[in-house]
């Protein structure tokens, strides 16, 4: 088969898992959170334990959902990750109080998750079955990065707008229907089985593999910390971020555009890291100088924009 012949067949088989990050990235929710959550009774430290409580639920739920992906179906993994978002807005919609929200997010960590890693896992996986090498792996994930991206965008401007229309409870029961829609779409990928050709090892000897792989390979710890790093800084970020425009008493349709800023990073950051050389010197320099000036304004600053 040629190549221009491969690269059709791996487009067209991605388009469901395409159409499924989409639609389950249109949170119309995520944008006014803050402002409901400041409605309902929030202030800033209630907002730093209901953050607290999905960043704990996470990695514990992480690895045993990645053993669940390889034993069981990747795919099967995000269809409960979409059920996850699903009741995490029914649930948020529905809260009157701090206790209830904070049940919402711990659905929400089911979530993260659940997505966390599966899509890259098959993605990988997809590439390698059609093209029978991995060397298109990063452009394709930097995709489906852009189509996430991009579906958070729409729905932050959406939400914003519906949010100053209507009011910000509407905009967590609006997105119910997306995260289900996504089911659909994830049932209709027809999911790789490279992981499926290897030699059964029993669930024992998984677990054990896994938990040594993180714990005793030296290779993969500056990856895990970079991982971990990275990880606080974008929910400091992603947190307390919107609690400037709370304090402001900005309207719900600017909360909009604010998301809108930190969605499309995400979008770009996904394009650019299959162009970008991180193996130069000169280019790490440059991206680590970049974040701390970004790092040093966001703290030094003292009005809103």
């Known amino acids: 088969m040629s190549t221009n012949a491969a690269t059709r067949r791996l487009r ?10 989409a639609l389950q990235g249109f949170m119309l929710w995520l944008p006014i959170e803050k402002l409901f959550m400041s409605e309902i009774g929030f202030d800033a430290a209630a907002v730093g334990l209901m953050a607290a409580a999905y960043a704990a639920i996470v990695p514990l739920i992480e690895v045993p959902s990645g053993i ?6 990747r ?4 269809v409960v990750a979409s059920v996850a978002l699903a009741v995490c807005a029914l649930v948020g ?3 009157h109080g701090v206790a209830a929200y904070i049940a919402a997010a711990l659905v929400l960590g089911v979530y993260f998750a659940m997505y966390s890693g599966t899509v890259d896992a098959m993605v990988y996986d997809t590439v390698v079955e059609e093209t029978g090498d991995g060397a298109d792996f990063e452009r394709r994930i930097g995709r489906v990065r852009f189509i996430e991206s991009v579906s958070l965008v729409v729905s932050s401007l959406a939400g914003g707008w519906v949010a100053s229309l209507l ?14 829609l996504s089911i659909v779409a994830y049932l209709r990928f027809r999911e790789p089985r490279l992981h499926r050709a290897e030699e059964f090892v029993p669930l024992r000897r998984q677990v054990a593999m896994t938990f040594d792989a993180l714990t005793r390979r ?3 710890l500056p990856v895990i910390a970079l991982a971990v790093l990275a990880g606080v800084l974008l929910q400091t970020v992603f947190e307390f971020g919107p609690l400037w425009l709370v304090a402001v008493t900005a309207p719900a349709v600017l909360f909009g555009p ?6 499309s990073t995400l979008g770009i950051g996904g394009l650019l890291a299959a162009r970008i050389d991180f193996g130069r010197p000169r280019t790490l320099l440059g991206i680590g100088g970049l974040t ?3 790092a040093v304004a966001l703290t030094s600053t003292r009005a809103s924009c």
Do not use: E, K, N, Q
Request: proline share 4%; glycine share 6%.
């Open 258 to 263: 604010y998301w809108v800023a930190l969605m």
């Open 292 to 294: 701390t000036l970004a």
């Open 93 to 95: 919609g529905l809260s």
């Open 218 to 220: 030296r290779r993969l």
């Open 167 to 180: 009011s910000t409870r509407v905009t967590y029961f609006l997105t119910i229907p997306f995260a289900l």
């Open 68 to 73: 669940l992906a390889d034993r069981w179906s």
């Open 12 to 21: 067209r088989r991605l388009l469901p898992l395409h159409a499924g990050v």
């Open 75 to 78: 795919r099967g993994v995000l």
